[in-house]
């Protein structure tokens, strides 16, 4: 099980490093907004908003009348009011907050994929959408930070990507893409600096004596170099659906 007080606890220790290392979530918050075929809606509720990297894109790109946002970390309304400031902000873990409105457009980026359960999150989501509402999500995919999850046993072990896909035949599937982005870096220790600037090593403590850095530092730069650099997989995945086949 993903352990909600850790997440919440590193997610929050991020908030101030995570606009400037979160360079792959950035592209996947403007890519996800592209691929919406409507600019209008009613209203629009963001989950694991965050800073508001895809709150930003929401606010340029989208017209809309009501917007709700939501993160289990209650500091991220700070960020949104600045972007959105007639947002009601929905602070808690979105497999377990009551969701008492109906939208158009229920959003998120690089967040669902922490969940537990995410096809009964989307199913409780599905349920909270008007008659002609919509889905719009960037989870990741099995290659997602392969160079590393294994070694520190980051995976979300409730989680599979094929499952979800499995899952979501039921429904009208808008849109479905996995796109892969190697992201460089100098040296595997920046690797580590940047898991922990964006909060990605959410989900497990990493225990790092100094031989452990070192040892990793060698295996990877022995299995992932990439002419002088060294290279992190990402595996984002954009669904877009709507509830009725
Ligand atoms: C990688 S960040 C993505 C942030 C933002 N969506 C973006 O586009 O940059 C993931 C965010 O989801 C939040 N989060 C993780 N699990 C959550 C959950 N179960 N319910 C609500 N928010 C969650 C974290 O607190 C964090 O702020």
Redesign the pocket.
Same mark, same amino acid.
């Given at each position: 099980m993903i352990d909600?007080s850790l997440?919440?606890k590193r997610?929050k220790k991020s908030l101030k490093s995570?606009d400037e290392n979160?360079t792959i979530?950035k592209e996947t #918050?403007k890519k996800l907004i592209s691929l919406l075929q409507n600019n209008e809606y009613n209203s629009i509720f963001e !989950?694991?908003?965050?800073?508001g990297?895809?709150t930003k894109e929401i606010q340029k790109s989208l017209n809309f009348k009501c917007f709700d946002a939501?993160?289990?970390?209650k500091e #991220?309304k700070q960020y949104i009011d600045e972007i959105i400031p007639y947002n009601d902000f929905l602070s808690?873990? !979105?497999?377990e907050i009551f969701l008492n409105k109906k939208y158009d457009l229920i959003i998120?980026?690089?967040?669902l994929q922490?969940?537990n359960d995410i096809e009964r999150t989307t199913e409780k989501l599905v349920n909270s959408l008007t008659d002609n509402g919509i889905i719009a999500m960037t989870i990741f995919g099995d290659k997602n930070l392969e160079e590393i999850t294994k070694e520190f046993g980051l995976e979300n072990k409730n989680y599979s990507i094929t499952k979800f896909k499995e899952f979501i035949r039921k429904y009208n599937i808008l849109h479905y893409e996995e796109e892969i982005i190697t992201q460089e870096f100098n040296s595997p220790f920046e690797i580590l600096k940047h898991l922990k600037l964006?909060?990605?090593n959410a989900v497990k403590e990493m225990k790092l004596t100094k031989s452990k850095i070192e040892s990793f530092e060698e295996n990877y730069r022995k299995l992932h170099t990439k002419k002088d650099k060294v290279i992190l997989t990402y595996n984002p995945v954009y669904i877009i659906l709507s509830p009725n086949k």
């Open positions: 909600k997440v919440k997610f995570y979160a979530q #918050a !989950i694991g908003c965050a800073t990297i895809l939501n993160d289990l970390v #991220a808690g873990d !979105i497999e998120s980026n690089a967040c922490w969940c964006t909060g990605v």
